[in-house]
DNA sequence: TAGATTGTTAATCGATTAACAATC
DNA sequence: TAGATTGTTAATCGATTAACAATC
């Protein structure tokens, strides 16, 4: 048995549940706005389609307390979702290639919280460079360098063609960067303390066609 | 034991080997285009980092059979993946919400595949209706239900705002689709025969970010 | 033939589900 | 008090990893 120095504060969540998490949140935040004071586990999994048991086992990881026969209060468990996603954290980020999927992020987070903050975005595109999406000015891509020292930010979004992706991706690395959202097809390879979430659409539509063919015996 | 009247031509993978076939996919291409013919699991395992055990194991959903000694055939392999995943039918969609992200969408399968080919877009915005992102025209919303009877569309790609959600969705499986790759945040509540592949952006945040704090101790 | 790789079967690991005691 | 819900522990289910025989 091992102290590992500091105490943890929460526990450790398996992936299938974190990516539950937010959804969650989501569907707390619109049952606070209708003035709900208590929810319980069987209600979320009504709505959510979801086994209540694992609700309960979900949110146990926020280190929230329910109570029996009441639920747990919305307010504090919105809060503890939150806390517990690093979400009310401002997590400045970098943004480089504002073409049409990234031009889409920097638009979507002025009406929608992304759970980051796209401070900046930079392109190598004259066309694009000077102009401003959303509320983001986009930059001279070299621009990059000079501003990593300034501001301390950890998370870069990455949104170029595949066959410059490797290379941002060790250019963002060097800036300080210490997490990439990965938007393009290009598989990194980067130092192994850097985490690369790849956030790839074919994905998606694979288990999407998959399940539509299935569904079709 | 039963018999299920139809021949399953390939089996039934896990959703978290269907997740990792369009990595396999993208990197297999890639090294097509570099002339190689036979590519082995271990190989493929040490660019993609991961196990070569699961590598074999990932690939035989596809019932391709690969040499021992020498590997797979390269083309082969596109093919077969190609053809398990849908790839290589044309996966006509709608998409619904010509905003931000949906161009991203509609302007995005110009220049890179997306496993669907989104063949028209609608929106209730008079100023974006009549104009053409990439090589679609976004069109009346109403128009939806006309055109729906004439191309058999199976697949909606929903990018609305998120209080319409709900509302658009419904509409969608009147007008006959059977799938709908959800972006927004919101929960559909739809019947049990229709497929929602929820691609929430929060989610991918949520494990980035997690993974972050983790590594920062 | 020798050695590398496939492919299958078994063992392990981890997540989900079920059961049940605690409690409000 | 009775009943509903939490929260924990155990059982099940499924995916990953390991072991090894088959084979080119």
Tied chains: 1, 2.
Excluded at 119 to 147: C, P, Q, R, W
Aim: proline share 4%.
């Amino acid at each position: 048995m091992s102290f590992s120095g500091k105490l943890r504060k929460h526990k450790n969540a398996p992936e299938p549940t974190l990516r539950r998490l937010p959804v969650y949140l989501y569907f707390l935040e619109k049952v606070r706005e209708e003035g709900t004071i208590n929810i319980s586990a069987p209600v979320i999994g009504k709505n959510l389609k979801c086994d209540p048991t694992q609700v309960v086992k979900d949110l146990s990881v926020t280190g929230i307390k329910g109570k029996p026969r009441v639920g747990y209060n919305t307010y504090e468990l919105i809060h503890a979702l939150e806390e517990y996603l690093g979400f009310n954290r401002t997590n400045e980020a970098f943004l480089v290639g504002a073409g049409n999927l990234g031009s889409a992020l920097l638009a979507y987070q002025d009406n929608q919280s992304l759970g980051i903050k796209l401070i900046a975005a930079f392109d190598v595109d004259t066309e694009i460079i000077g102009t401003s999406i959303g509320s983001i000015h986009v930059l001279e891509y070299n621009k990059m360098f000079h501003l990593a020292n300034r501001l301390n930010v950890e998370i870069g979004v990455l949104t170029t063609p595949n066959h410059v992706a490797q290379k941002v991706a060790e250019d963002m690395v060097n800036c300080g960067i210490k997490a990439i959202w990965n938007f393009t097809s290009a598989i990194l390879d980067l130092p192994d303390n850097i985490i690369v979430q790849n956030t790839s659409l074919s994905t998606s539509v694979a288990v999407l066609l998959r399940r539509l063919n299935d569904s079709e015996k």
